[in-house]
């Protein structure tokens, strides 16, 4: 047969419970989907475990998963994969950390942790002026992220990611990076001694200057947290033998996506908040797999209406998303295989994500309906897909799509 | 969310295959059950593989898997937790046996395993007379069990488990302990004399001459079997981040618990036995859910009416655990997750424990209701929670009662 294309759509934080003030049925159980509900009664449903039962996953291990990879395998922390969604991938060794420009006083006390939420242009002055550092033969990459955020890489030999997070997470003195482990004794004095090269270059900075004028906190810091090495992890296309991209808003999942080999591919207007253009999105990833033979692509919105407990304003995220849907059913290629899915739920009553199975369905030409023609969570756990690991989508996808290897002759 | 209690509720031996005299339907099918029907159709309904596809459990090794530990990491033997269940916990790496009292000849061939069934308040006597003694170097504990039943903790170094029995489960001569492995050599050579010396001390001792007065079996030794080490478990609260109680009448289930950690609270007229009483004991479980995060309840008496391959009476302990679900149904606090499930199938027709996977419902707010309305075998079968293992419940009941930490960010 010949080898199909495979869509992934991940409708982050989509799954929920059943909430109250829908009289007790889901966002998604409440919301109309026509498109949705003609995939799940032309293809077939399940629920998934993304990381096991029970088990909360974040974005970042739930894309791993859903990419194929175990988790508990890669999965290193936040730093480099937060890194990567800035387009600075590491090498497999190199540490990496999240960094705050933050306020401090001349005793080292946090007066602001976001600097004011300084943004770009600013940050991007005040990081070119902390670039090209080299401390103990351990070369320093700073590049700043959204708002007020940055990271920090590092890059030589004897480097551990066991050390302590600078941040102090509130507004007091800020902590020495202290080493977890003996390894991590170089890594701790590198760290430190860029914290404090941060201030003496950053305190009085012509753009420091500008803002004390304008009334506002210097950025006169950086402050790193969440270290990670960079893990070593099998190329998508080297473990899938087919080509792979991405499409995201959030930095979080371009940056699971890069690490992983894919191409991050930026579409306008595609946000990562409640304003992404989802159809923008859709039309790119559909455009997408006429030269990609796998695309996966993450809708942020119904997490973040999760996130704020409006239950009423997730419902009406799903409809666009349903609206979505309708595209990819018009648009995509004949013969794609398409799964939808979301990477965790996000309850309204959690307003953070659970450990809660989602719904998956996948579709595609030649597919066994099973019986279920609703996409919900209660539809979907009675689905001929049964209930399954978020890690064994991707081979069954790559089986439907003709891409399987045979183990065994 | 704010942190809910869970309560387990473990009906023991509950489930079974298709009954001939009750028309081939499974004693929990011809049962009425109109308070586990209510939680199955308020809830989610699933089967469990308590240890896995076809395994039998035993109860011990099923509650360390409800427990949410792996079986095959931390079983070590029944000993250990026989032992526990006495209130006799050991430290990490103590042997300890189950042992009987038991009659021999001067030949030391067995007469009778359980000396006449001797119990309190004769075994209290003569464990009294076996306190205090030393071995090698290695300190020896005794403690009555159940009626003709005590057990041997042996605590020292270079100690092993790899020992056969003394006891040889026959009316033949009693066997001298084997060391299975090099390193056990020191512990058979101590069993070895710990049960020369149980003869001496007890051979005349003033209860046995009472006995033979009587024309009683003297109890004139202490027959070892069993042998296990106590394991590495990290302990419940540890491992959970909650408190833990359990409400047990049967000694084994109490040492699993106890070993694990939970605090096992005494209840009046919990025997284990057909005759306990069940309403005592919910009502018991659900005062401790005022002061512990959570509790398992064990009740034995379906196991117990299964072992008899009293189809009829398993259908009358049914009724009489559906009146006890009424009870937890009106009385639990608000919010409770709840849990009901077997340790174990224990068939009429095998008339012991088998590994055909068990019926599980769960039960919370905001629970997402499956199809199944019906709390049995078959029904569950069909449940919206799929097919489990024993070890994943605690995980997706901590999860539903917002106690899971996540992995990833």
Same mark, same amino acid.
């Given at each position: ?47 998934? !475990? ?44 190199? /540490? ?14 946090? /007066? ?19 670039? +090209? ?85 210097? *950025? ?74 796998? /695309? ?14 409006? *239950? ?9 998303? !349903? ?19 979301? !990477? ?21 030409? +030649? ?43």
């Amino acid at each position: 047969m010949q080898p199909r294309k495979i869509l992934v759509v991940v409708m982050d934080g989509l799954g929920d419970r059943a909430v109250k003030e829908l009289h007790w049925k889901t966002p998604l159980q409440s919301a109309n989907r026509p498109n949705l509900n003609w995939f799940a009664e032309h293809g077939a449903t399940g629920i998934i !475990d993304i990381i096991g039962p029970g088990v909360r996953p974040g974005s970042d291990t739930s894309h791993l998963a859903i990419l194929g990879y175990d988790p508990y395998q890669v999965y290193t922390g936040r730093g480099p994969f937060e890194a990567a969604g800035t387009g600075l991938v590491g090498e497999r060794g190199d /540490v990496a950390f999240r960094c705050n420009f933050a306020t401090v006083d001349q005793n080292m006390v946090v /007066v602001d942790r976001r600097a004011g939420r300084i943004k770009e242009p600013d940050t991007t002055m005040l990081v070119e002026s902390l670039s +090209g550092m080299s401390v103990d033969g351990v070369e320093i990459v700073v590049k700043e992220a959204t708002e007020h955020r940055a990271v920090l890489l590092l890059r030589g030999k004897g480097l551990s990611a066991k050390v302590s997070d600078v941040d102090p997470h509130t507004e007091t003195k800020i902590h020495e990076a202290q080493a977890l482990e003996h390894e991590a004794k170089k890594t701790a004095k590198v760290v430190n001694h860029f914290v404090q090269r941060s201030y003496e270059l950053l305190k009085d900075h012509p753009v420091n200057q500008r803002r004390r004028r304008e009334g506002k906190p210097p *950025a006169n810091i950086l402050l790193p947290r969440g270290a990670g090495v960079f893990p070593d992890i099998q190329p998508f296309e080297e473990r899938y033998r087919m080509t792979g991209a991405c499409v995201a808003g959030v930095s979080l999942i371009k940056g699971i996506c890069r690490v992983c080999g894919l191409d991050v591919i930026e579409v306008e207007g595609a946000t990562g908040g409640l304003d992404t253009d989802m159809v923008a999105k859709a039309k790119a990833a559909i455009r997408l797999l006429d030269t990609y033979d796998f /695309v996966l692509m993450n809708v942020k919105a119904a997490d973040v209406a999760s996130h704020d407990g409006d *239950a009423d304003l997730k419902v009406k995220v799903i409809e666009r998303l !349903d609206e979505m849907a309708g595209i990819i059913r018009s648009d995509m290629p004949e013969g794609t295989v398409v799964a939808f899915l979301a !990477d965790h739920c996000t309850p309204i009553e959690v307003k953070d994500h659970s450990g809660d199975p989602v719904p998956l369905l996948i579709y595609c030409q +030649g597919m066994v309906r099973d019986a279920n023609a609703s996409y919900d969570e209660a539809s979907c756990a009675h689905g001929g897909l049964g209930r399954l690991r978020g890690k064994d989508v991707l081979p069954i996808l790559i089986d439907k799509a003709g891409r399987s290897e045979k183990f065994g002759a």
